[in-house]
C-alpha cells in the first residue's frame, strides 16, 4: 500500500463539524464511530479518495473509508496497489496492523511515515499472491455468524421479557 498524507488538514477548531451525513466524512485519530467525528462542507478538491485506510498516526487507529473524507492532523492515507480495497480486504488489513502493532506504545511519539511504510503484516497467500478471495470470504463468514449471535441474543431478551411480563 502507498502512504501519503491527507490532500489538506483540517483543524477541528476551525471548522464546522455537524452531524449531517449528506456532507463529507471528517476523519480524525478517535477510536470511535470508524473515526469519524462528524461530517463537513470544505472544498472538494481536498477530499481523500475513497476505498482508503486512514491511519492515526498518533493513536495507530486505522479504519477503512468508502466515501471520500477529509481528515485532521496526523492523519495519513493508505492506498492500495495493484488490487482494490473493499470493506472486507480493509477489515482483514486493519486487524492484522492491529496485531502487528498491539505490542508498541502511542501518544509519546507519533508513527511517521517510513514506520508506517515498512510495517510488515501477515496475509494469507495463494500461488505466490495474496488469496484475497480467501480474506473476502473469510471475513464475509464472520460476519455471518456475529449476526447470528446477535439475532439469538436478541431473541433470547425478547422472550425473557415476555417472560417477566406473564407474571
Not at 486505522?62 to 471520500?68: A, I, L
Amino acid at each position: 500500500m502507498t502512504v501519503k498524507s491527507s490532500k489538506k488538514k483540517f483543524n477541528a477548531n476551525n471548522i464546522n463539524i455537524t452531524n449531517d451525513y449528506n456532507l463529507h466524512p471528517y476523519v480524525a485519530r478517535g477510536s470511535s464511530n470508524n473515526g469519524i467525528k462528524g461530517y463537513i462542507s470544505e472544498n472538494t478538491d481536498f477530499l481523500n479518495d475513497e476505498n482508503t485506510l486512514a491511519f492515526g498516526q498518533d493513536t495507530a487507529t486505522c479504519f477503512y473509508q468508502d466515501r471520500p473524507y477529509f481528515t485532521g492532523d496526523k492523519i495519513k492515507i493508505l492506498s492500495p496497489i495493484n488490487f482494490t480495497l473493499n470493506s472486507h480486504i480493509g477489515l482483514y488489513i486493519i486487524s492484522s496492523m492491529k496485531k502487528t502493532l498491539k505490542h508498541l506504545s502511542w501518544g509519546q511519539n507519533s508513527f511517521n511515515e517510513d514506520f508506517i511504510k515498512n510495517i510488515k503484516i501477515k496475509l494469507p497467500i495463494k500461488n505466490n499472491n495474496i488469496d484475497f478471495n480467501y480474506i473476502e470470504q473469510l471475513i464475509k463468514t464472520l460476519e455471518k455468524i456475529i449476526i447470528k449471535d446477535v439475532v439469538e441474543y436478541k431473541d433470547k431478551i425478547i422472550q425473557t421479557h415476555k417472560n417477566i411480563c406473564k407474571q
